[in-house]
T-cell receptor, first 113, second 115 residues
Framework: QKEVEQDPGPLSVPEGAIVSLNCTYSNSAFQYFMWYRQYSRKGPELLMYTYSSGNKEDGRFTAQVDKSSKYISLFIRDSQPSDSATYLCAMKGALGGAQKLVFGQGTRLTINP | SQTIHQWPATLVQPVGSPLSLECTVEGTSNPNLYWYRQAAGRGLQLLFYSVGIGQISSEVPQNLSASRPQDRQFILSSKKLLLSDSGFYLC??????????????FGPGTRLLVL
């Protein structure tokens, strides 16, 4: 079983829809959770960073963490064609000098105008 | 502000040839540095990380090696490339700040095709 599971998609939705992206994980030592957005042929860019269970909002993006269920989500409201990208979840534990991240496979999202 | 550079952006190499990919970070000191490989349609695989000059940790046995000759320079190398080395190579940096809040920032990547 992989440490982090993420549905690779592809996911295609119309412009303006609410998008829900999800990851599950098996390692209860994970304490910090991130979402990265990666446009085609580019490096990933950090979108959201969360620590505690609950919701964190930033503009049209909301990150949700449920540590009891080992489940994290990213919601995109009023989706735009410019949101079309691959979204990667990532997580890490609290120990270790290099703070290694474990990534999900990534979900490819297309927003249709 | 910090910036991270990678070059070359794209590389096509024959099997058996050597490889050298370079990554440099500006605007920060003593960063942690990372090399990842991303195969088509797959997640990121951590190859190497470094917490300081000359300190390299390898995550998976492979045909590649890494070096950190300077504080903000990270090099990925191979003596003889294999077909399976093809992929998108990403360099990342991070800083351990107070409270262990630390995240990684990625470079633009190098696309390597081994023929």
């Amino acid at each position: 079983q992989k440490e982090v599971e993420q549905d690779p998609g592809p996911l295609s939705v119309p412009e303006g829809a609410i998008v829900s992206l999800n990851c599950t994980y098996s390692n209860s030592a994970f304490q910090y959770f991130m979402w990265y957005r990666q446009y085609s042929r580019k490096g990933p860019e950090l979108l959201m960073y969360t620590y505690s269970s609950g919701n964190k909002e930033d503009g049209r993006f909301t990150a949700q963490v449920d540590k009891s269920s080992k489940y994290i989500s990213l919601f995109i409201r009023d989706s735009q064609p410019s949101d079309s990208a691959t979204y990667l979840c990532a997580m890490k534990g609290a120990l270790g000098g290099a703070q290694k991240l474990v990534f999900g496979q990534g979900t490819r999202l297309t927003i249709n105008p | 502000s910090q910036t991270i550079h990678q070059w070359p952006a794209t590389l096509v190499q024959p099997v058996g040839s050597p490889l050298s990919l370079e990554c440099t970070v500006e605007g920060t000191s003593n960063p942690n540095l990372y090399w990842y490989r991303q195969a088509a349609g797959r997640g990121l695989q951590l190859l190497f990380y470094s917490v300081g000059i000359g300190q390299i940790s390898s995550e998976v046995p492979q045909n590649l090696s890494a070096s950190r000759p300077q504080d903000r320079q990270f090099i990925l190398s191979s003596k003889k490339l294999l077909l399976s080395d093809s992929g998108f190579y990403l360099c990342a940096w991070s800083l351990l700040t107070s409270g262990r809040r630390e995240t990684q920032y990625f470079g633009p990547g190098t696309r390597l095709l081994v023929l």
